[in-house]
């Protein structure tokens, strides 16, 4: 399913409903992000808000597959038991009515006090970014809640793990 950084490169379309000042930030703020990587291959520097539309022909010539593979994905998984989302969802009826991005981009869900009745898988949040005390990357599962917290911080917190 789509998280985040998998849809910024994507969000590069004039019509996006993403702000533009949101582009800016991780074009300049976040290397390790998709939508930088894909640009610096085209050998693309960003330098500001005039560069979007060269930067999304670009993208789209050398990375056209790939862009229509993201373009695919999912913002939320419903599997019956189990309910997949990059960041969280505010509740799981309607679900299909839901901002994708604020799915996504969801910082702290665990802190949030939602509670389901069936499992909501997320990642998006390092877990270890929960534990103050003891640095650990290893998912977080809350029973009473049904919330399994997966995302092992992976190129966004030192020491951080791919999810197992």
């Known amino acids: 399913m789509a998280g985040n950084c998998d849809t910024l490169a994507i969000n590069l379309a004039p019509d996006s409903p993403l702000p ?15 939508l930088f990587q894909m ?29 229509a593979f993201l373009r695919s994905m999912p913002t939320i998984l419903d599997a019956g038991e189990y309910v997949f989302v990059h960041g969280g969802v ?11 991005w604020s799915c996504m981009k969801n910082d702290a869900f665990l802190d949030q006090g939602r509670a389901f009745d069936r499992w909501c898988v997320v990642g998006h949040w390092p877990v270890t970014l929960y534990r103050k005390a003891v640095p650990r990357f ?21 020491g951080g793990s791919s999810t197992p």
């Open 138 to 158: 290893d998912p977080l599962l809350d029973r009473k809640r049904h919330i399994a917290s997966i995302d092992g911080g992976c190129c966004v917190v030192s």
């Open 39 to 67: 640009a610096a291959a085209c050998g693309r520097a960003f330098r500001g808000r005039g560069d979007f539309e060269d930067l999304r022909q670009a993208l789209e010539e050398q990375f056209g597959p790939e862009l």
């Open 20 to 34: 533009k000042p949101v582009l800016e930030r991780y074009l300049t703020w976040h290397p390790e992000s998709i």
């Open 90 to 100: 505010p509740a799981m009826d309607h679900m299909e009515k839901l901002d994708a």
